[in-house]
Structure formats: structure tokens, C-alpha cells
């Protein structure tokens, strides 16, 4: 193990940590290393059947983690399975990641991870949204930016209104909860009564029943088998009643016994789809949801990305503090093990994009791609000198996939980006008090590639490339 600097901080306390896991590991012992909320460290050793041995490697193990994790090092650096009072409560927790560095040699234990934080656990517990028994789940596309600023809920609009233009049944839930905006945007003054804070509240405490979450907005899409409804972050409220929106906010995040905050998200928006099938003139459930994620590395963002949807396109600005903050989400993913799972789900949108005589659309977008594929090769596989990568097109469902390696050009790559023009039209437009707002030629103009763009990849997931006829 290499020798650390004193002090020992957050960052090289993790390698060390790791370094001293896959050691035990290396003799044979399954180990869980397990970070706190300080993010100081212990070993759980599973020992199971080698108890004696593992008593009398105990203090060589211990001197490991006493000597170079510093003021990282818990009260208990290295525990034995057979002294813990409900070890499988730790070794065989869901919470677990695997370490992404696997097993350090054949006959070698495992070392998995259990990471316990404040918020932003979900960022490392990548799945697909639970299927809906007995009903059809529409698919999901989250909507987000790393940074604010960068027009994704116009976005989020535009597109919303082009699926039900080609008659799809879209569903935009508002889930920038501290910054709502999809609601007044699409609805203008016809809002429901409430909005998905007043569920994850309401349902916390049993009384979700009768709840008006959606509207239908006043938008006539241009095919006659068009609906556009909207799922408000805040509701309008009862007439005569104080509508306390920050007071249910300072709520909403909290797990519940046996009941996850992601779960309890999940469920306000199934109540949306719920609604939208029994209030509905139609009956029909929505096949497209769009979910308009809040900003930034936080809980609302994580459980949307990582969990409740089938896709997600990341709004991002050709900067450095965008690519920093994306290159940090990304070696997330790789480092807890996540990147396989949640890649392809992902596709860049340059957004903002400026086309004039002194720096051309083209150039930017070239300089927009080269900065994504870089950012996005921690997520990607290596391939050798001589191995065949996963080439470009679309990606590979088979069992015997190639490595996931997309080129610079490839255009079905998460890195190739779907861009949005800017037009300082777009700036500080009052969408509210001009409804027709979507139709004016400077919008159609700034949004016509990101459509074209992106609707196939919503469209081809429902097995629609040609839409609703």
C-alpha cells in the first residue's frame, strides 16, 4: 500500500480505504467497507468458518486502517463478522454496491461498498422504473441540467407539444420542485388544485385520496389524438385556504418506514398517470412522460436519472464548470460501478447554441462534441489496442455485445449532441401572456434540429418511429 500525506483528507482516506479492503480481500475474506455520514471508514470481515484466522490477522488489519486513514478511521476500523450481533444486515444489505475495481486475483474474497450519506445515495443506485402491474407504464424520458440557466423547461415545452402534435398522450410532471416552472408554462392560469408537493406530503401521512395533480392545458395539438396534460410542481389551491408551498417543501425529502423517497416520487407520479386515464375524456393512459428534473447534484435529480426513467437528455452549455460538474457525475457512475447500466440512457443537448459571423454554429457544435466524448469516456469501456469496439448506430441489445466504445462521430452516442439554437427572442419571453408563443418563427427555427433529433429516440423506444397514426 502506498504511504499517505498527513493530513489524510476525504479523497485519499477513500483510496486507502479501498486499498486496505482489497488486501484482506486478497487473503480470501469477503469484506464490506462501510463509510459513514462523516465519511469515516470500518471493515466488515465476513469470517464466516475461518474464525480463528481471522482473530489472528485481526491486528495487522487494524494497524492498516489506524496508520493511514487519520481522522477517517471509525471507533470500530475493522469488524468480524462473528462478533457482529446481525452482520447480514450489513454483508447482505441491498445498499451495496460492488467494487469497481473487482476482485483482485482468482481465490480472492469480494469487497463491496456500503455508502452512507445525507443525500445523493441514489446518484449510485442505477435500475429501471418499476413496471406497473396490470397497467402500461408510458415511457419516461427525465429532462436535465447540470447547471440552471439553460432554457431545458422551454425545452421540455417544445417537445411536449411536438409528441402531441404527432398524437401521442404526453404527461409533463414538474419535479424542479425549489424552481417550478413547467406548470404556468404549459397550463398558464388553468392550474389543478394541487400539485406533486401537495402528494409527497399528503400521501406521507395516508391522505392522498381525491387529489387534483394534472390538467389538461389549453393547447389543441394539430393531430386529433393529441393530449397534452401537466403535473404542476405547486397546485393553485383551495380557494379561502393558505397554500404554505415552502412549508410542505421542508417535507417532502424524507424517507418513511419501509418506504423509500424514491418510491414515494414514484408513486406522485403514477397518481398523475392514474389521474390522466380516469379523468381523461379518452380514458387513455400517457405513452410519453416527460420528467422536468431539477438542476444541480441533488436527491430529486438523482432518484429521476438513475431510477424513474427510460432515458434522460442532459441540457449542458459548452463550458468548463459544465464539464467539470458532468465529469463529476460521471466518475460517480464508474467509480460505484453504474456506469454499464446507466449510459445508455444518456444523450447530450447543446443547448444555447450561437450561430453568428463570429463563431458559427458549426464550430461550436464540434467543440460541443469533443468536450462531451471526453467527458463521457469514464463511462465507456477501454478497448485494447486491436479490439473491435461497439462501432457506431445504434446500440447493441445482443448477449454477445462488444465492448460499449462509441466513436467521436458516432451519432446514436450519448456525447453527440441534440442542439437547440439561441435567439434572444427566447430571453425573458413571457410565455404566460403569449400563448402562442411556440409557433413564432424565431422558436420554431432554435428547436427544429433537437425535434428531429430526439423524437426518433423517444418514438423508436415505443415501437412508434413514424408516430401515433
Same mark, same amino acid.
Given at each position: 500500500m502506498t504511504s499517505p500525506s498527513f493530513p489524510v483528507g476525504f479523497d485519499a482516506a477513500g483510496h486507502y480505504a479501498a486499498e486496505a479492503a482489497r488486501t484482506v480481500a486478497g487473503q480470501g475474506f469477503d469484506v464490506v467497507l462501510v463509510r459513514d455520514v462523516l465519511g469515516r471508514f470500518s471493515l466488515v470481515v465476513d469470517d464466516t468458518g475461518r474464525e480463528q484466522e481471522a482473530a489472528r490477522l485481526l491486528g495487522s488489519w487494524e494497524a492498516e486502517?489506524?496508520?493511514h486513514l487519520g481522522r477517517y478511521r471509525s471507533d470500530e476500523p475493522v469488524v468480524r463478522a462473528s462478533q457482529m450481533f446481525s452482520a447480514d444486515a450489513v454483508l447482505r444489505s441491498r445498499r451495496v454496491v460492488a467494487d469497481p475495481a473487482g476482485p483482485a486475483a482468482e481465490g480472492a474474497g469480494t469487497v463491496h461498498i456500503l455508502d452512507n450519506t445525507v443525500v445523493g445515495e441514489d446518484w449510485a443506485r442505477v435500475s429501471a422504473p418499476d413496471p406497473d402491474a396490470g397497467r402500461t407504464r408510458g415511457h419516461r424520458t427525465?429532462?436535465?441540467?447540470f447547471k440552471g440557466g439553460v432554457g431545458r423547461t422551454t425545452a421540455t415545452a417544445v417537445l411536449a407539444r411536438h409528441l402531441a402534435d404527432r398524437g401521442h398522450a404526453v404527461l409533463v410532471v414538474d419535479l424542479d420542485l425549489e424552481s417550478p416552472g413547467a406548470g404556468p408554462l404549459l397550463a398558464g392560469r388553468n392550474m389543478p388544485r394541487h400539485g406533486i408537493v401537495d402528494h409527497l406530503v399528503e400521501a406521507a401521512v395516508g391522505n392522498a385520496e381525491g387529489l387534483e395533480l394534472v390538467t389538461r392545458t389549453p393547447y389543441d395539438p394539430r393531430h386529433r389524438y393529441g393530449e397534452l396534460w401537466v403535473?404542476?410542481?405547486?397546485?393553485?389551491?383551495?380557494?379561502g385556504m393558505p397554500y404554505t408551498y415552502v412549508d410542505k417543501l421542508n417535507r417532502v425529502y424524507s424517507d418513511l418506514p419501509g418506504v423509500s423517497f424514491r418510491r414515494r416520487l414514484e408513486q406522485a407520479i403514477e397518481a398523475c398517470e #392514474?389521474?390522466?386515464?380516469? *379523468?381523461?375524456?379518452?380514458?387513455?393512459?400517457?405513452?410519453?412522460? =416527460?420528467? +422536468?428534473?431539477? @438542476?444541480?447534484?441533488?436527491?430529486?435529480?438523482?432518484?429521476?436519472?438513475?431510477?424513474?426513467?427510460?432515458?434522460?437528455?442532459?441540457?449542458?452549455?459548452?463550458?468548463?464548470?459544465?464539464?467539470?460538474?458532468?465529469?463529476?457525475?460521471?466518475t460517480a457512475w464508474q467509480s460505484t460501478g453504474q456506469a454499464p447500466r446507466i449510459r445508455e440512457k444518456l444523450r447530450m443537448v447543446a443547448s444555447m447554441v450561437p450561430d453568428s459571423v463570429h463563431f458559427s454554429m458549426r464550430d461550436y457544435l464540434k467543440s460541443f462534441r469533443e468536450h462531451a466524448f471526453a467527458c463521457c469516456q469514464v463511462l465507456y469501456d477501454e478497448v485494447a489496442p486491436g479490439e473491435v469496439g461497439?462501432? #457506431?448506430?445504434?446500440?447493441? *441489445?445482443?448477449?454477445?455485445?462488444?465492448?460499449?466504445?462509441?466513436? =467521436?462521430? +458516432?451519432?446514436? @452516442?450519448?456525447?453527440s449532441p441534440a442542439?437547440?439554437?439561441?435567439?434572444?427572442?427566447?430571453?425573458?419571453?413571457?410565455?404566460v401572456n403569449a400563448p402562442?408563443?411556440?409557433?413564432?418563427?424565431?422558436?420554431?427555427?432554435?428547436?427544429?434540429?433537437?425535434?428531429?433529433?430526439?423524437?426518433?429516440?423517444?418514438?423508436?423506444?415505443?415501437?412508434?418511429?413514424?408516430?401515433?397514426?
Open positions: 486502517f489506524t496508520g427525465a429532462v436535465y441540467g403535473a404542476p410542481a405547486r397546485g393553485e389551491g383551495t380557494p #392514474d389521474a390522466i386515464e380516469r *379523468d381523461g375524456d379518452t380514458g387513455r393512459r400517457p405513452d410519453v412522460v =416527460l420528467l +422536468d428534473s431539477r @438542476a444541480g447534484i441533488h436527491d430529486i435529480a438523482a432518484v429521476t436519472i438513475s431510477q424513474l426513467c427510460d432515458a434522460a437528455l442532459l441540457f449542458a452549455a459548452d463550458n468548463t464548470q459544465t464539464w467539470a460538474g458532468y465529469g463529476d457525475l460521471f461497439g462501432g #457506431d448506430g445504434p446500440p447493441d *441489445d445482443s448477449s454477445d455485445a462488444v465492448p460499449f466504445a462509441p466513436s =467521436l462521430n +458516432d451519432d446514436w @452516442a450519448p456525447h442542439p437547440i439554437l439561441f435567439d434572444q427572442g427566447l430571453v425573458g419571453m413571457d410565455s402562442d408563443w411556440w409557433d413564432r418563427a424565431f422558436v420554431q427555427a432554435a428547436y427544429r434540429e433537437f425535434l428531429a433529433t430526439v423524437t426518433p429516440l423517444i418514438e423508436d423506444a415505443l415501437g412508434d418511429p413514424e408516430g401515433t397514426r
